[in-house]
């Protein structure tokens, strides 16, 4: 498969100018295994690298051609759903434009432990370089995944539109790559059996015995964390989890709550959560196709900055 902080800028040095004279903040770019929401990307925040989703004898473009709502149905129905890199092909046009444009950009990918595309682009990058030697950009590996990896892009690209020099824009987003926490639960094992992420006997027992993994993201791979017995037993170990890890001192942490076409149980999360902490600056998203092709329907992740640094 494939600390919440306010900043200030000063426009002054935040900003730089295109060949043609006009004022310009710096570029965001992601992938689509961000699962932020097709509409921050249309709203020309930030630039989309749309990764491959293949099922059937066709290859579609996540959230182009295709929405996760088609990929969790065709799952339900049996059909085997693949993911591959972005295109390279794509990432080169998109970095020559920045270019051209004499642009500066920030790229922050999907985990490289997770997909192809984090390498696909460092080598699309010297390619351009190598026609373009002021090309003006920086990849970065999330090591994040679903909405954890959405949360780090978007405090960017709102940074980037208020005005944050390239350097505010880099400290911020290792500052969150790197205290980012993510948990989350699957409803079906076969799902993950199917990829290869447990085998198919475990799937098989954790079935019968309703049992319930929990995972995290340790160095930008998927870990086993726990093993519980029932939906809402695993979702108010998920809140206790994330409740060790940040504390919940105060109410000023974004949380990021993303779900397997099951809105549902993340809002009954997000109304958990609310119970526990005073935390109310919410994002729910449906988990993508990159993702949700091996987690499978059912999936609810949860993801904040903690104020600690986690293993990278």
Do not use: W
């Not at 004499?102 to 026609?131: D, H, P, R």
């Not at 199917?194 to 995290?216: Q, T, W, Y």
């Not at 108010?236 to 000023?252: A, K, L, S």
């Not at 942490?253 to 809002?267: K, Y």
């Amino acid at each position: 498969m494939e600390g919440t902080f306010i900043f200030s800028y000063s426009l002054t040095h935040a900003c730089k100018y295109s060949k043609e004279g006009d004022l310009m903040t710096i570029r965001i770019i992601a992938d689509s295994a961000s699962d932020l929401p097709k509409d921050f990307f249309a709203s020309d925040m930030v630039d989309l690298i749309p990764l491959k989703v293949l099922f059937g004898e066709t290859e579609y473009e996540d959230m182009v051609t295709i929405d996760s709502s088609q990929v969790y149905d065709a799952m339900r129905s049996g059909e085997v759903v693949k993911t591959s890199q972005a295109s390279p092909v794509f990432m080169k046009d998109l970095f020559t434009k920045v270019a051209q444009n004499n642009e500066t950009a920030i790229y922050v990918a999907f985990s490289s432990e997770l997909s192809g595309t984090y390498q696909t682009a460092v080598l699309m990058q010297k390619e351009v370089l190598e026609e373009y030697p002021d090309l003006d950009l920086t990849i970065i590996d999330s090591k994040c995944a679903s909405l954890g990896y959405g949360l780090v892009v978007k405090r960017a690209a709102e940074m980037a539109n208020a005005g944050a020099s390239k350097e505010e824009l880099l400290t911020s987003v290792n500052y969150d790559i790197s205290h980012m926490e993510h948990v989350f639960t699957v409803d079906n094992l076969d799902y993950l059996a199917r990829g290869g992420r447990v085998s198919k006997a475990s799937a098989f027992v954790g079935g019968l015995l309703n049992i319930k993994p929990l995972l995290h993201m340790e160095d930008g791979k998927l870990v086993p964390l726990e093993k519980i017995r029932g939906r809402k037993k695993v979702l108010r170990r998920m809140v206790e989890v994330m409740r060790e890890r940040n504390g919940f001192d105060t109410g000023e942490q974004r949380i990021g709550i993303s779900h397997g076409d099951d809105l549902a149980t993340a809002e009954a999360l997000k109304e958990m959560i609310k119970e526990s902490c005073e935390c109310d600056d919410f994002t729910i998203t449906s988990i993508g196709s990159a993702v949700g092709a091996h987690a499978g329907p059912g999936t609810i992740a949860y993801s904040s900055s903690t104020g600690k640094k986690r293993n990278t």
